[in-house]
């Protein structure tokens, strides 16, 4: 069987049929499926209802047997009730949920997870595998992650990346991590217990103001790419971000 991952940005290089033709006999990971048009989300649900597709340049239907593993960072069911996402395909794609909790309330994975980071961009560099040193372990392990695993991963390559010797140390990480995450003007309107939305939210509003506005930079960092980032603009109200975080000063769009 295979495992097929392919994140929203490479998965519009491919045509629906291409995607599910090549995952056939195995597990087709769908990432950030909240953030896919409604034209897609159709195609997506003829698909599940009919295990079907008729490849590029043929006129015949041919039967595909997939497993669909589908994930997302939004609240589907208010964005059912909005009417941004399909109720058909919702129910259609609910089958057997999981929810994650956010790595915040994880932290005995973070160990875990800089040790396969820094594995996993040691090779890709062509570098020995670093250690990490205890303090920058603690430091780690007591930031709150507020972009979750995303924000871990690129703040472990860009430690890896930095770094000239052979243990990664806390000064290899920005100074941020030391202190607590400021949220921006968003955080007095949350409620006790944030939604899902109101994190990415206030994160994106975070990121874009660290980044001083450059959308490529800010996507990058948040692991999307720049189009997503310019629609969750757009959905949460944020479409000045990049005006404000500049002072006031017009800025070229990146």
């Keep these: 069987h295979r495992d097929l991952h392919y994140p929203l940005r490479r998965q519009r290089q491919m045509c629906i049929r291409d995607r599910f033709k090549v995952a056939d006999g195995g597990t087709f990971f769908l990432d950030e499926v909240g953030n896919t048009s409604m034209a897609i989300q159709v195609k997506l649900l003829r698909v599940l209802e009919d295990r079907k597709i008729i490849p590029v340049g043929d006129t015949k239907p041919i039967s595909v047997d997939v497993r669909l593993i589908a994930a997302t960072n939004s609240d589907l069911e208010a964005d059912v009730k909005a009417g941004r996402f399909r109720a058909d395909l919702f129910y259609r794609l609910n089958v057997i949920p999981i929810q994650i909790p956010p790595l915040r309330?994880?932290?005995e994975d973070i160990r875990l997870l800089v040790d396969y980071f820094v594995s996993k961009f040691a090779e890709k560099t062509g570098t020995p595998v670093k250690r990490v040193s205890k303090e920058a372990l603690e430091i780690l392990t007591a930031y709150p992650w507020p972009g979750n695993v995303r924000e871990l991963e690129n703040m472990i390559e860009r430690a890896v990346l930095l770094n000239r010797g052979t243990t990664l140390e806390a000064v290899d990480f920005p100074e941020r991590l030391t202190k607590p995450v400021q949220m921006g003007p968003v955080q007095e309107a949350q409620p006790e217990t944030p939604t899902l939305e109101s994190?990415?939210?206030?994160?994106i509003h975070y990121i874009m103001s660290q980044t001083q506005g450059k959308k490529?930079?800010?996507a990058?960092?948040?692991g999307i790419d720049a189009s997503t980032l310019y629609r969750?603009?757009?959905?949460?109200?944020?479409?000045?971000e990049e005006s404000d975080t500049s002072g006031g000063r017009a800025k070229k769009r990146d």
Excluded: G, M, V
């Design 105 to 107: 309330e994880r932290a």
């Design 216 to 218: 490529t930079r800010a």
């Design 232 to 240: 969750k603009l757009e959905r949460y109200n944020l479409k000045d």
């Design 220 to 222: 990058k960092i948040l």
């Design 199 to 203: 994190i990415e939210k206030a994160y």
